[in-house]
């Protein structure tokens, strides 16, 4: 090294030591000003995803010399406040920041996993130096790295004089809530300082008490506790660790595997959702104990039981659960649940993986997801959709949506009977009965708790497998006739969502577009059309493409009929570029100036695949993003905080509650593109979802907003509650105005614009058909009623599901045509006079 005495004068007063490699810097800073130029292209705005490992610049990096790497990761540390501070010249806006830290951490941490061998005073001199710097938590930066790198020169020289100061440099301070990630690399410094090895077993914690216990009944346990202590430093296991362990699997009673394993993981559960109950972040298990679950977890991939898998399903939902201010509790053994979807034979292991992408709700997790399925989709040919389709379970259903179990004299029968009611009935003969019969609840307990998990398995699938047939919109997705007679019309559970949709069907360059009605594929009417064969095209009908009077006729056949479709498709809203959009040209202004909700608004993103975290008071701004491969676009819907009043808006984690929303913009790549160049199904689904989170998120659909509300905003709420009415609510008037007539109370209401009216004996009232809000004539007098959620309108036929507003005005609409028969003081008190 170019000095000398190193360690005392670090550990005096010369504060400029930071470069062992002065003659290099200059070399090392050009390197990575080629790398940042590669890895980001002029005017990109993306900084989420960046790879530097296929660019040239990383490859000649790869190819210098140790010193010249060891003089870049010195480089890179050394001006880590300079990159927050001093470049702002170069850093001139957030994104090109996050960018610049971006790359910079991405190298850090491969160059420090690379087989680069450090001398004991250059570790110690990189731990003053990051230190010195400030840098951020144990998360951001790869602090973990930096200790193996120390802990394997410990391995070589012994606990020297610095490398014990640069353990002890490297501990962060104990704080009342530390960071998981600084706690653990706090116990591992604490361990190596005392020079100790971590106990096989920590009896402490509620596994270690578990294991010992196993261990006093069967010694031959240890075999196995050691195995899965192997995959310790691995993030998934070895191939050889998965071979040994199908031969390990066979020296051991599977049944005691399975019971034990099951304790273990519904343990575990009861640890997680206590640390969610309590709101705070605690430790619950030991570093060894933790692995020994993990491999526990990944052992049950090889053993593929069914209550395993659904417990192992159970577990990993758990361990991706966020609690706020800490965020996922258990990402390892989440990712090992993962990992055992992944080991489990190909149908059964894709149709648990497709499962766990549908119900979690996290981005990164889903994308880990994908990679698992496109891994097993690519060494079988096949795409990401097709793979999915080719793993959904039947549930052994009957093309009637039936499942049947026989339980003596009795027959168990599961029954869809709508997308969210799966009911199980109980037939004797001619009879049939809601209740378990007592002459088998208890002789038959195991066969009929198997029975109502069926039920419950059945229950949570189809709402997933409608979100999946909704999604293909914007995937371009189409089948060949056959294919799609096999997934999807002849599938026992698929079949029941698909007969209930409109299909277009193309056949030598004719389309016709058909529902399955009596057995049959008829259009809106009513006419048979079979002129089908194995070259027929097939995809999901789209109101967009076609004519209005071919749409309301469709919307006339399904009122007729009495078929209630899973989503909306013929009462689907239409959102087309307007002459305002022509004019700004490059974005939409249409859902500009709201406020929203925004902890609604970032659970509504993640149901519909938007990109976005939530901000608050700390360096947190981002756009919500819709990525859409399939067109290669993206969509950004640009919102905002309010700073300003930056106390009174967030909460006691000093997130922000309310957001403002701005403009929609649409990019090819980097592109950013005029409106009418937006594909229109590209155009009319995204503004769709953007109509939805305004709707749905909105402070102007809270009826309570008057009496707690911020008053800052209520000229926004009023304009919102009684405004014009968006695409989603002139669907809904439509819906009514065929509705209203139908119900006892038609002679009683009528339409006024942007309203329902409804004349009580006491009032008329005027209900806002966008928000749901009421007004009272004469003089326009707010109505707040809160609509109870238990109740509905479940007997009432609507052509679709999904819109809780219009079942909303339609039970208010029932409550006010009578409202001399109020008894609820809160309302009597409004509506007098």
């Known amino acids: 090294m170019a000095h000398k005495n190193l360690i005392s004068r670090l550990l005096g007063s010369d504060p400029e030591v930071s470069q062992p490699y002065p003659e290099l810097e200059s070399r090392a800073k050009s390197l990575l000003d080629a790398l940042m130029k590669e890895a980001v292209p002029s005017g990109s705005t993306r900084w989420e995803n960046i790879k530097i490992g296929p660019l040239k610049s990383y490859e000649r990096i790869k190819s210098e010399s140790p010193e010249l790497k060891k003089s870049l990761i010195f480089f890179i540390v050394k001006h880590k406040n300079n990159q927050d501070r001093k470049d702002s ?117 509620f596994l270690g008490k578990d294991i010992d216990r196993q261990l006093q009944t069967n010694p031959e346990w240890n075999r196995l506790l050691d195995f899965f202590l192997q995959g310790k430093d691995k993030s998934v296991p070895t191939k050889k660790w998965s071979t040994d362990a199908e031969k390990l699997q066979q020296s051991f009673d599977a049944n005691e595997i399975v019971d034990q394993f099951l304790n273990w993981f519904s343990m575990t559960i009861a640890a997680l959702d206590a640390i969610h109950k309590k709101g705070r972040y605690e430790a619950f298990l030991n570093e060894n104990n933790l692995q020994i679950l993990r491999g526990a977890v990944w052992f049950s991939g090889v053993i593929n039981n069914e209550l395993l898998n659904n417990k192992l399903e159970e577990l990993g939902l758990w361990c991706f659960k966020k609690l706020p201010g800490h965020g996922a509790l258990s990402v390892k053994i989440g990712n090992a649940c993962l990992y055992a979807f992944s080991a489990l034979p190909y149908q059964e292991g894709i149709s648990r993986l497709t499962t766990f992408r549908l119900k979690i709700k996290y981005p990164s997790v889903k994308t880990h997801v994908e990679k698992l399925i496109n891994k097993v989709a690519k060494k079988e040919g096949k795409s990401l959709d097709e793979i999915e389709e080719m793993a959904i379970s039947d549930y052994g259903l009957s093309d009637t949506h039936q499942f049947i179990r026989n339980f003596g004299d009795y027959k168990g029968i599961i029954q869809i009977s709508a997308i969210n009611n799966v009911d199980i009935s109980w037939q004797k003969g001619e009879k049939t009965q809601k209740s378990i019969p007592a002459e088998i609840k208890e002789k038959s307990a195991g066969e009929i708790k198997a029975l109502k998990a069926k039920a419950k398995e059945i229950r949570n699938a189809l709402p997933i497998q409608k979100d999946r047939i909704e999604s293909y919109y914007l995937k371009k997705r189409e089948w060949s006739y056959n294919d799609w007679l096999k997934y999807y019309h002849n599938h026992p559970l698929i079949s029941y969502l698909s007969k209930k949709l409109i299909w277009e069907f193309e056949t030598d360059g004719v389309i016709s577009n058909a529902i399955y009605y009596n057995n049959a594929f008829v259009n809106p009417a009513g006419k048979v059309d079979e002129n089908f064969d194995p070259t027929t095209k097939v995809k999901l009908w789209h109101p967009i493409n076609s004519p209005v009077k071919e749409i309301e006729s469709w919307r006339d056949f399904l009122y007729e009929k009495q078929i209630q479709q899973p989503f909306k498709q013929a009462f689907r809203e239409i959102y087309l570029v307007t002459e305002a959009e022509l004019q700004t040209e490059s974005y939409s202004n249409r859902f500009a100036a709201h406020i929203l909700r925004q902890h609604q608004f970032n659970a509504l993103c993640q149901v519909r695949g938007w990109l976005y975290t939530l901000m608050g008071q700390w360096d947190s701004h981002n756009i919500p993003t819709r990525i859409i491969p399939a067109w290669d676009i993206r969509a950004e819907y640009w919102v905002d905080s309010d700073w300003d009043d930056a106390d009174s808006m967030a909460n006691q984690m000093g997130v922000f509650n309310y957001i403002s929303t701005d403009q929609v913009r649409f990019y090819a790549q980097e592109r950013q593109l005029n409106m009418d160049e937006v594909p229109s199904m590209v155009f009319s689904e995204v503004m769709r979802d953007v109509d939805l989170f305004v709707g749905v998120t909105s402070i102007g659909n809270d009826p309570n907003w008057v009496d707690g509300g911020n008053r800052r905003m209520d000229t926004y709420w009023h304009d919102y509650s009684f405004g014009d009415l968006t695409e989603t609510a002139k669907v809904r008037k439509e819906a009514l105005e065929r509705l209203i007539p139908r119900l006892k109370i038609a002679d009683k209401c009528g339409f006024e614009g942007k309203y329902l009216i409804v004349k009580g004996t006491v009032r008329t009232y005027k209900i806002h058909i966008g928000s749901g809000n009421i007004l009272m004539k004469p003089n326009d007098q707010y109505l707040c009623i809160v609509p109870d959620k238990r109740k509905g309108s479940d007997k009432l036929f609507l052509p679709f599901e999904g819109d809780n507003t219009l079942s909303i005005i339609i039970s208010k609409a029932l409550l006010l045509a009578d409202d001399d028969k109020i008894t609820d003081q809160t309302i009597l008190s409004q509506i007098k006079w």
Not at 123 to 129: D, G, H, R
Not at 132 to 161: C, D
Not at 163 to 192: G, M, Q, V
Request: hydrophobic fraction near 40%; glycine fraction near 2%.
């Open 89 to 205: 010249g170069s850093l001139r806006t957030y994104t090109s920041y996050r960018q610049s830290e971006q790359v910079r951490k991405i190298l850090l941490s491969l160059l420090l996993r690379s087989e680069l061998s450090f001398s004991e005073d250059e570790l110690f001199l990189l731990v003053k130096i990051i230190k010195s710097n400030q840098f951020r938590h144990a998360m951001e930066w790869p602090y973990l790295l930096l200790f193996k790198k120390i802990e394997q020169k410990v391995q070589l020289v012994g606990l020297t004089p610095a490398l014990k100061h640069a353990l002890k440099c490297l501990k962060f301070k104990t704080s009342k809530w530390p960071y998981a990630d600084e706690r653990k690399l706090n116990e591992k410094i604490d361990l190596l300082l005392r020079e100790e090895k971590i106990p096989k077993i920590d009896r402490s914690d």
